[in-house]
């Protein structure tokens, strides 16, 4: 009993603990708004000046005592690992920056996105873990091996590489920070054409899909020749497009890999040392980017764009489409035979490409505002009930991810994930299902699986 009682007590201290540097991590974002973001010219326009009031800040801060409390705690299956990325770049982002617009958050119309994305983030953290309970007797099993994936994912990188290389050897190069947008368009391929949609599918698997699991592969086994081609891929990728998000994927996945080889199930440290960094760099971007370079620079691919943009862009696409007309999913191929578009976007030369029309309507710009799943999916297609069913339709699929994933171990699976669970604070769910292979791991993952594995090292338990 006592036993007990003391692990009650180290649980709250935890949480608490946890509680404060979640509340500092939000009043950095706060600050930063003030501060920089409506400044920093990387991204003109975009971001206004933020203000909340004291009695708004009671409510964020009842909110986040609440929604800290269903963070998951423990990385042992992906689908906690996309919570906790949802909840530190898009969540927590988009309640501050949409209070700080300049509108009271206690109307019913902010009120009810607020509401919303709560119950939408309750869901992702909670239905995929109530839905099945996963137990294996096998981690860190050195006996269980499987040649066959890892072959068939060598064979088609190598014959992807081949196709994308024939076809973009006269452009690709490694981009500076001062180049990525110009190489950006010489990689971007003609979706409307089957020849550049076949050619698209072909990046984004090889990027999001084979690259990953290659160099996860190499890591969880200590293979140095997987380890060196995963990490080419990764390179190669970048090469076309210069996309930003590739060049770290790897970083990250050995990060991941790491935490959890060394037995990283807790995660709270993690989270500890995030929050207090974050904090730390923002608040000092806040404060000194004018008077140095490097903070300018780190400010605008860390702050701006990795946590401000995508919280930003739910709050823009709200107000953008409520007056507009929600799209009831009739910018997706096969839906549009089901829905038909607003009459605003009917002839519209840019249908069906959300992010160039938001940044063309909204900011004046030719540009891709890429934005979440929540802004893309949820929000642009039905308000706050279609960031609701998004995300019950994104909890479905993490449990699915669970059960395929449950046949591996964690320090292969966990670590692979991460790409699909970034892309989406940045991109449509439906298309990352499809175009960046998040239904074809769950296959992948399935077929790869062994019988005897399975039927003498994992337990499924449904409860």
């Known amino acids: ?15 608490k603990f946890l509680l404060v540097l979640t ?18 010219i990387s991204a003109p326009g975009i971001f206004t000046q933020a ?5 708004e800040w009671l409510l964020i801060f009842a909110v986040i005592i609440f929604t800290t409390s269903l963070i998951p705690l423990r990385i042992d299956r992906p689908s906690s690992l996309f919570a906790i990325v949802i909840y530190l770049f898009v969540y927590l982002p988009a309640l501050v920056l949409y209070a700080g617009r300049g509108g009271s958050i206690f109307n019913i119309h902010e009120l009810f996105l607020l509401i919303s994305m709560t119950i939408g983030f309750c869901i992702v953290a909670k239905i995929p873990r109530r839905m099945g309970k996963f137990r294996s007797k096998a981690e860190g099993c050195r006996a269980f091996d499987n040649n066959a994936l890892i072959i068939f994912s060598s064979i088609i990188s190598f014959l992807l590489m081949g196709y994308i290389f024939a076809n973009n050897y006269q452009t690709m190069r490694f981009a500076g920070l001062d180049e990525i947008y110009l190489q950006r368009d010489l990689g971007r391929v003609d979706l409307n054409k089957t020849s550049g949609l076949l050619l698209g599918y072909s990046k984004t698997y090889l990027s999001y899909l084979f690259a990953p699991i ?13 380890k060196i081609f995963g990490f080419s891929i990764f390179l190669f990728c970048y090469a076309i497009a210069a996309e930003r998000s590739i060049f ?29 960094t974050s904090s730390v760099i923002i608040i000092l971007i806040s404060i000194f980017y004018e008077w140095n370079y490097l903070l300018e620079i780190i400010g605008f691919l860390f702050f701006t764009r990795l946590i401000a943009t995508p919280g930003q862009f739910v709050g823009d696409y709200y107000e953008y489409f409520s007056d507009k007309g929600y799209l009831f999913w009739s910018n997706f191929r096969g839906l549009d035979l089901l829905f038909s578009p607003p009459s605003h976007f009917q002839g519209d030369s840019l249908w069906p490409y959300l992010g160039w029309i938001v940044g063309r309507d909204l900011y004046g710009i030719n540009s891709n505002l890429n934005a979440s799943f929540w802004a893309t999916d949820g929000i642009a297609a039905a308000g ?8 019950i339709v994104l909890s479905i699929y993490l449990y699915f991810l669970d ?3 449950s046949f591996w171990p964690r320090q292969f699976v966990i670590p692979l994930a991460f790409p699909l669970a970034f892309v989406i604070t940045n991109g449509a769910l439906l298309t990352t299902f499809v175009s960046y292979g998040g239904l074809a791991l769950i296959f992948i993952l399935l077929f790869f699986r062994k019988t005897s594995y399975i039927k003498n ?6 409860v």
Do not use: C
Request: glycine share 6%; net charge positive; aromatic share 20%.
């Open 384 to 391: 706050p009930i279609g960031l609701i069913f998004i995300s």
């Open 51 to 55: 203000f909340i009031e004291p009695s």
């Open 23 to 40: 509340w500092i991590y939000a009043y950095s974002i706060y600050l930063g708004a003030v501060e920089y973001l409506p400044n920093q």
């Open 457 to 462: 090292k994992i337990h499924l338990l449904v």
């Open 214 to 226: 290659i160099f996860s592969y190499g890591l969880w086994r200590n293979a140095l020749r997987y």
């Open 248 to 276: 770290i994927y790897p970083y990250v996945i050995y990060i991941i890999s790491a935490f959890v080889k060394r037995g990283g199930v807790d995660v709270f440290p993690f989270l500890i040392k995030y929050l207090t």
């Open 1 to 15: 009993m006592q036993k007990n009682n003391l692990s009650i007590l180290r649980r709250l201290g935890r949480y």
């Open 403 to 405: 059960v395929s994933s």
